[in-house]
């Protein structure tokens, strides 16, 4: 079962801070990040496979193996994507409907 989520006005509060448009660039590149994750989760059979597999709740090397993939897969969409690596972390338990 997938959840869609809904785009919400969101500040953040940096350290150090930044500018105002400094932050809505930021933001915007979260945002586009988001987007391609959730069309990879649509689209991807390769994603959809390894997300069923942790679905089915392995052991604990099965889990971590499945996971690498998992990340791997959604890296290599966000720098398809023109998302800069390392701008956006991959939380496995963040996917939807896995947490």
Do not use: W
Request: charged share 20%.
């Amino acid at each position: 079962m997938l959840y869609e989520t809904a785009a919400v006005p969101v500040h953040v509060d940096m350290n150090p801070p930044i500018c105002h448009i400094a932050e809505q660039n930021f933001m915007a590149e979260l945002t586009k990040a988001s987007a391609i994750v959730d069309q990879l989760e649509k689209t991807s059979p390769n994603v959809d496979r390894l997300i069923r597999r942790l679905r089915e709740n392995p052991n604990a090397g099965a889990r971590s193996f499945i996971e690498d993939q998992l990340i791997n897969e959604i890296e290599a969409a966000l720098y398809q994507g023109g998302v800069p690596l390392g701008m956006v972390p991959v939380q496995i338990a963040e996917l939807k409907g896995l947490s």
